[in-house]
């Protein structure tokens, strides 16, 4: 796995690749603006030049976007709403100039309307904003959560639905929050809890889909839908989590940010991504699933139908 962090663009966007450097990372992921504003000015030409230079220089395997926090897509017809749409428009078309793969944006949260309304709203803003840069190549990723409120995503099924309920899938993949697998009651602390997430994303979606991982531990318990970031190794996640998910070599080409606290020297940074290079190597596991393993790449989703069982785990029939 290719290991990096979340870096900072005080002083400016190239500042990030800077930081990424210092801290020995292969991968980088950035706010693209103001991750508390909805909107920002356009970048300056001065400011693309040093970004392409210091891109160049720092010889980053991947370097991907996040988006911002105020963006809600799963909220009801309302000014929020529009604003949520436009700033992800936005931060899609400063991803282009950045010339970003991919940004990773939070589904949002229902806010009472519940789970179904909820993501059909996701699945109808998200077709806005792919109408609306449709010349861009820049990839939607959905991130799972902890399940915290109202918000969705913290089943790996949600992300599925809105796989299933857009019309324009391509533009869309996933990066997966081990804190936030973890705070939804996904245990993958034991291999039985990882194989539980390959087999659920397999069989939706295709393994093929996952193009990031955050790599954080948690100080929140087992399935309490709290999203609270932890040090490697330090959390209840503990190092053979990540033991499992690092070594395993069907991911060894895939980034893998921190999103864990931080001082100014970036110390904590290096020391983690020390911890997580240590589990290369001992005992990754080999799935029964495999990436792009299944038909048509995991995007044959056109005859998939959802259906609830007793346990409100949801499967496909044909």
Not at 111 to 135: C, K, M, Q, W
Not at 177 to 189: F, K, P, S
Not at 226 to 233: C, T
């Amino acid at each position: 796995m290719l290991f990096g962090a979340h870096c900072s663009t005080a002083g400016g966007v190239a500042s990030a690749l800077e930081r990424a450097v210092r801290i020995g990372a292969d991968c980088c992921q950035l706010f693209v603006k103001n991750n508390m504003q909805w909107f920002a000015r356009p970048f300056r030409e001065e400011e693309l030049k040093v970004w392409r230079e210091m891109r160049q220089k720092a010889g980053l395997a991947c370097v991907f976007g996040h988006a911002g926090y105020l963006i809600n897509l799963a909220a009801p017809p309302s000014s929020n709403r529009d604003k949520s749409v436009r700033s992800l428009v936005e931060e899609i078309r400063r991803a282009a100039q950045l010339e970003l793969p991919f940004l990773v944006v939070h589904p949002g949260a229902h806010l009472g309307a519940g789970v179904e309304a909820g993501l059909r709203r996701v699945s109808e803003a998200i077709e806005e904003v792919v109408a609306a840069t449709r010349a861009l190549g820049v990839r939607i990723a959905l991130e799972n959560t902890a399940g915290q409120g109202t918000c969705l995503g913290g089943e790996l099924w949600h992300l599925a639905e809105v796989y299933q309920q857009v019309g324009c899938a391509d533009r869309l993949a996933i990066c997966l929050d081990t804190a936030h697998l973890w705070g939804a009651g996904y245990d993958i602390r034991v291999p039985a809890g990882w194989d539980r997430v390959w087999e659920e994303l397999e069989r939706w979606v295709g393994l093929d889909q996952v193009v990031a991982f955050h790599l954080n531990d948690s100080k929140a318990a087992l399935g309490s839908r709290r999203d609270r970031h932890e040090h490697i190794g330090r959390g209840r996640l503990g190092r053979e989590a990540f033991r499992l998910l690092v070594s395993d070599p069907q991911f060894e080409r895939l980034p893998g940010c921190l999103e864990t606290p931080k001082s100014e020297d970036l110390h904590e940074d290096r020391e983690n991504l020390a911890v997580l290079r240590s589990l290369c190597g001992t005992g990754g596991r080999r799935r029964v699933a495999k990436r792009g393993a299944r038909a048509g790449g995991g995007r044959d989703r056109a005859k998939a139908k959802w259906r609830r069982e007793g346990d409100s785990n949801p499967r496909y029939g044909f």
